[in-house]
């Protein structure tokens, strides 16, 4: 047997207690796989004495994680502590420059420091594995890093939230207010007491900026990705796409465009029968279409005590088995700018939501408005919440506005927001329009 390996964990809280619980339950399964054993020769978290429900008795504990980082002691650096920056990024970049191979699940950390830390382990010729980082236990980081690394990839989307999908999930299915659902989740520990962090798309989007990374050979650029949250989604918007056959997921899409890269997050229409519209509640799914290999879609548990120790205890078995690769597919001197396409020029179908006045000509000067942008409809439909029906008493009062959903043929960005802006402009409606994209996806393309 070759000496042991031995971990030094900073962060003992979800993740963390996790782990400890993985390498103890399945101690002697890892240790015949990778031939070695597997040895926490450190911890560190904030609170010494608090219950965390897994053994630490004699293990070494230190109060300062970059303490721990450098500490001879240890040949791998867990940081399992979180945020972009402050102690989980000095002791990340202390374990590197200590010659420490790093795991990490923090993704935060990733999608803004990510290069300038790969381009550290390069130079001290150690690993930095990041699995658990994008989507918990899905293993989406090797697939790109390295089952698809023989092929080019055209685009990377999915559903990468759970708070998200749960909020649109729920609201879908019983028919409940996002401001209702939001406080369910809240209760039930699915979203933050502040849940901007979620909700705005931010979470998704600094996941995104790491596949987009992996999946197109560029520098990671989180700032240059464009966010929209799910807070403008009402029960309205639910139902109209249910009945138009369209489910609403919140999306991170990243493709390869002609002129560069488009990376979006946003509220999205995909067809109700679609693998990724069934992928409900607190799951997470990553699609890939790449050329060799067609397209893919993975679905599984997108955090969680077990699924991300599952995903951080394989970065630490591939490093007990001696493997290093770059940390984003390639050296970073090959990663090549991140070139951001206008979102103006994106091509697709729109939903549009609009609070029409009862107004004689006001449609006639909505059409006039799409048509003269060549915005086609592929349909329209007046229609009235659901919650106002059934009855009499539900008809709409005349002059009131009445809502009216439209689904366009495909058009640009760019000309649908000019439509938009002049419907607005020429006061025929009560509320901005509802504008959201409808996500082509690569099972469309093939009936
Ligand atoms: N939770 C998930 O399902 C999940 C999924 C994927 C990725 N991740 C990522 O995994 C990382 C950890 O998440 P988590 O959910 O496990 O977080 P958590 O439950 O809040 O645990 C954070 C841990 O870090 C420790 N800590 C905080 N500040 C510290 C400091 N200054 N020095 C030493 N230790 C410190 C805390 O110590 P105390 O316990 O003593 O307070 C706690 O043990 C984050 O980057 C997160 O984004 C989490």
Redesign the pocket.
Known sequence: MQQPLTLGI?????????LLHLLEHHKHRLEERVGRSLRVAGV?????T?E?GVKLGGIPWF???VKLASDPGIAVFV?????SD???KV?VEAALRAGKHVV??????LAEHGVALARLAEEHGVALNFE??VA?GIPVIKTLRESLSANEVHRVYGILNGTCNYILTTMADEHRSFDEVLKEAQKRGYAEADPTFDIGGFDTAHKLAILTSLAFGIKLAFDQIHVEGIQSITEADIEAAEDMGYRIKLLGVAMQAESGIEARVNPAMVPKHSAIAEVSGVTNAVAIDADYCGSLLLIGP????Q??AS?VASDILDIARGGVIPPFLTHTRNLKPYKKVKLGAHQGAYYVRLSVYDRPGAMAAIAKRMGDREISIESIVQRRPRSALPGIGARLKPGAPAPVVMITHETTEEAIRQAIDAIEQDGKVSERPQVIRIEKLYEDERQ
Do not use: F, H, Q, Y
């Open positions: 900073a962060g003992l809280g979800t993740v963390g207690a996790g560190s978290a904030r609170v010494k608090k965390r109060d300062d994680p940081e399992l502590i979180g945020g402050g102690v989980a002791a990490t699940a923090n993704k935060a950390l658990a980082a918990g997108g955090a969680g005590a699924a991300t995903a």
